[in-house]
């Protein structure tokens, strides 16, 4: 097609949106739906995962692409005219952290992707604007890493203090649609791309070839699902502490959210207990209700001599990582990250899966994938002070990795000299150490 416009010239358009939304932040937007053209389709196409997983229509990426001019042509067309149809999402499930149980996965068709992608960049631009610091997970430019960072700073400012782990009881699954419409008003009152939002909503789901229609919750897993569960919990978690516990604090505190997971800190037990019983009456009017189990109040301080540090926990897991103090290098305290114990043994299921699955396949080949595997660990887990679980990951694999190589025969199993020279010739990555915990520091706003 001629005049299409290039990305550099997409984000323009929607920095004018960010725009006026800063100017204004009680500014409600009436006209969105027009940015959504074909150019910025076609930029929600290039940006939309092309190796995900096929919906219930069963269309690949590559499929979709043959004649993307005109399809994005009639998916415009069609949902400014309100004729768009929402197909059920496809459900799958993952293994949750703890490895037992299973998170349920909403999977849309890859054209339904696209255009969700596309609304999703429309609407960043104008709730990034309203968006805290203190809110990290699903937003551009924010990682798990500066979640971690600006916890990991916090923390060593304050030198602790007492910590309130939440878990949000099957968040995506329980998030109320009307609440979401009334938060969407403040801010969003176009009727098309409305439209479009209440037809996700009420797709329904799509498993063991029957459909049902949840009435609470969106499909986690679907790409505008992150965004509405940031809106939502901006709301009744972000601008609540903020606006309402801040304000009334007898001591310091601050916290750090990443999407349904959160910690709150501070450095006043009696403001921590009155946070945590008020926390559940805040949740449970927006239809939310937090985990019994999982959600805890620990004293997480340094143990010193002669000091009055109540017994209990002395760690908390946020984020995959397992915070603990330490000494450091020069004998001070300092908060230590390492694998949480359920991350660790879920890969390595996984990793002895992988090593059943694949076992009669080359040696090359698996040491390529395993050693991929490696580093993408790595490039997550790479702290400083979490070198032994690097370590400890690499000892388990090479005994699960041998195991399934000397079950490729009925013959004698593969001796230790034998696999010795074969991880010789085949060495898998050392451990890389690819963060410092004060090189993340950063202070939370809220």
């Not at 396949?361 to 698996?366: D, G, L, M, R, S």
């Not at 690499?394 to 041998?402: A, E, G």
């Given at each position: 097609?001629?005049?299409?416009?290039?990305?550099?010239?997409?984000?323009?358009?929607?920095?004018?949106?960010?725009?006026?939304?800063?100017?204004?932040?009680?500014?409600?937007?009436?006209?969105?739906?027009?940015?959504?053209?074909?150019?910025?389709?076609?930029?929600?196409?290039?940006?939309?995962?092309?190796?995900?997983?096929?919906?219930?229509?069963?269309?690949?990426?590559?499929?979709?692409?043959?004649?993307?001019?005109?399809?994005?042509?009639?998916?415009?067309?069609?949902?400014?005219?309100?004729?768009?149809?929402?197909?059920?999402?496809?459900?799958?499930?993952?293994?949750?952290?703890?490895?037992?149980?299973?998170?349920?996965?909403?999977?849309?068709?890859?054209?339904?992707?696209?255009?969700?992608?596309?609304?999703?960049?429309?609407?960043?631009?104008?709730?990034?604007?309203?968006?805290?610091?203190?809110?990290?997970?699903?937003?551009?430019?924010?990682?798990?890493?500066?979640?971690?960072?600006?916890?990991?700073?916090?923390?060593?400012?304050?030198?602790?203090?007492?910590?309130?782990?939440?878990?949000?009881?099957?968040?995506?699954?329980?998030?109320?649609?009307?609440?979401?419409?009334?938060?969407?008003?403040?801010?969003?009152?176009?009727?098309?791309?409305?439209?479009?939002?209440?037809?996700?909503?009420?797709?329904?789901?799509?498993?063991?070839?029957?459909?049902?229609?949840?009435?609470?919750?969106?499909?986690?897993?679907?790409?505008?699902?992150?965004?509405?569960?940031?809106?939502?919990?901006?709301?009744?978690?972000?601008?609540?502490?903020?606006?309402?516990?801040?304000?009334?604090?007898?001591?310091?505190?601050?916290?750090?959210?990443?999407?349904?997971?959160?910690?709150?800190?501070?450095?006043?037990?009696?403001?921590?207990?009155?946070?945590?019983?008020?926390?559940?009456?805040?949740?449970?009017?927006?239809?939310?209700?937090?985990?019994?189990?999982?959600?805890?109040?620990?004293?997480?301080?340094?143990?010193?001599p002669g000091g009055d540090r109540k017994s209990?926990?002395?760690?908390?897991?946020?984020?995959?990582?397992?915070?603990?103090?330490?000494?450091?290098?020069?004998?001070?305290?300092?908060?230590?990250?390492?694998?949480?114990?359920?991350?660790?043994?879920?890969?390595?299921?996984?990793?002895?899966?992988?090593?059943?699955?694949?076992?009669?396949?080359?040696?090359?080949?698996?040491?390529?994938?395993?050693?991929?595997?490696l580093r993408g660990w790595d490039n997550y887990?790479?702290?400083?002070?979490?070198?032994?679980?690097?370590?400890?990951?690499?000892?388990?694999?090479?005994?699960?990795?041998?195991?399934?190589?000397?079950?490729?025969?009925?013959?004698?199993?593969?001796?230790?000299?034998?696999?010795?020279?074969?991880?010789?010739?085949?060495?898998?990555?050392?451990?890389?150490?690819?963060?410092?915990?004060?090189?993340?520091?950063?202070?939370?706003?809220?």
């Open positions: 097609m001629t005049g299409t416009l290039i990305p550099e010239e997409v984000s323009t358009r929607l920095e004018r949106i960010a725009m006026l939304a800063r100017e204004d932040p009680e500014r409600s937007f009436l006209s969105l739906a027009h940015h959504i053209d074909v150019d910025l389709l076609r930029d929600a196409f290039r940006r939309t995962r092309k190796s995900g997983a096929v919906g219930v229509d069963g269309e690949t990426a590559a499929e979709y692409e043959k004649d993307l001019d005109k399809r994005l042509e009639d998916l415009e067309g069609r949902f400014k005219s309100g004729s768009y149809y929402a197909p059920p999402v496809r459900r799958t499930y993952i293994p949750k952290g703890d490895g037992k149980t299973k998170r349920p996965i909403g999977i849309p068709s890859f054209e339904d992707k696209v255009l969700q992608r596309a609304v999703t960049m429309v609407l960043e631009a104008v709730y990034e604007e309203d968006f805290v610091d203190c809110s990290y997970g699903s937003r551009p430019g924010r990682s798990a890493h500066d979640a971690l960072g600006a916890l990991w700073g916090g923390l060593m400012e304050m030198g602790g203090g007492w910590v309130l782990e939440l878990d949000i009881k099957s968040y995506f699954d329980t998030l109320e649609h009307s609440r979401l419409r009334e938060i969407l008003d403040r801010r969003v009152r176009d009727g098309v791309i409305r439209r479009a939002i209440d037809k996700w909503l009420t797709a329904g789901v799509w498993e063991a070839g029957r459909v049902s229609h949840p009435t609470t919750g969106t499909p986690q897993g679907g790409v505008v699902s992150p965004l509405m569960a940031n809106v939502y919990l901006h709301e009744v978690l972000d601008v609540w502490f903020a606006k309402d516990v801040k304000p009334r604090l007898r001591g310091r505190g601050f916290m750090v959210r990443y999407v349904d997971d959160a910690v709150l800190v501070f450095s006043n037990e009696a403001d921590a207990r009155e946070a945590k019983d008020v926390l559940a009456k805040r949740f449970s009017q927006y239809g939310l209700s937090l985990h019994p189990d999982k959600t805890c109040l620990i004293e997480f301080r340094p143990d010193r209990g926990p002395r760690s908390f897991d946020f984020l995959g990582f397992t915070h603990h103090w330490g000494r450091g290098r020069k004998g001070r305290w300092v908060v230590k990250r390492k694998t949480a114990g359920s991350r660790m043994c879920r890969t390595l299921k996984r990793l002895n899966r992988w090593c059943r699955k694949h076992r009669h396949h080359p040696v090359v080949w698996q040491h390529e994938r395993l050693s991929r595997a887990y790479g702290y400083a002070s979490n070198q032994r679980a690097l370590k400890t990951l690499r000892y388990r694999l090479t005994r699960v990795w041998r195991k399934w190589l000397s079950r490729r025969t009925r013959g004698a199993p593969i001796t230790w000299d034998r696999f010795n020279r074969l991880l010789a010739r085949f060495p898998l990555p050392a451990p890389a150490v690819h963060r410092r915990g004060w090189s993340l520091a950063a202070n939370p706003s809220c």
